[in-house]
């Protein structure tokens, strides 16, 4: 069974910075894609960024790539790095993971992690 489990939200004032990370078990091939994405109140779950395990990574246009994502392969597990924080950014953050590459699109989505709150104060 796979599960995704995230870690490293929390409150930060604007300007300041987080690191999310999600470690992926019991995914039985080596070979998938990895993401984050987001959620605010009353909105869609839009991308932020991707990464496959056979190398390459990707950014929706929607963040244009403000946020750095990395993998520890050795961990399984997977990073988002929010620096310059503003309080737009306020959302809860999934993991996801897909067998191929979902073009942003989270009805495609295969597994979903429980989610971190990420909020940002003025």
């Known amino acids: 069974q796979v599960r995704l489990v995230e870690s490293g939200g929390g409150s930060v004032q604007a300007g300041g910075s987080l690191r999310l990370a999600c470690t992926v078990f019991g995914y039985t091939s080596s070979r998938y894609w990895m993401y984050w994405f987001r959620q605010a109140p009353g909105q869609e779950r839009v991308g932020i960024a991707g990464?496959?395990?056979?190398?390459?990574?990707t950014y929706s246009d929607s963040l244009k790539g403000r946020f750095p994502i990395s993998r520890d392969a050795s961990k399984n597990t997977l990073y988002l790095e929010m620096n310059s924080l503003r309080p737009e950014d306020t959302a809860m953050y999934y993991c996801a993971t897909s067998s191929s590459f979902v073009d942003w699109n989270p009805s495609l989505i295969e597994y979903w992690g429980q989610g971190t709150q990420v909020t940002v104060s003025s």
């Open positions: 990464i496959y395990t056979g190398g390459g990574t």
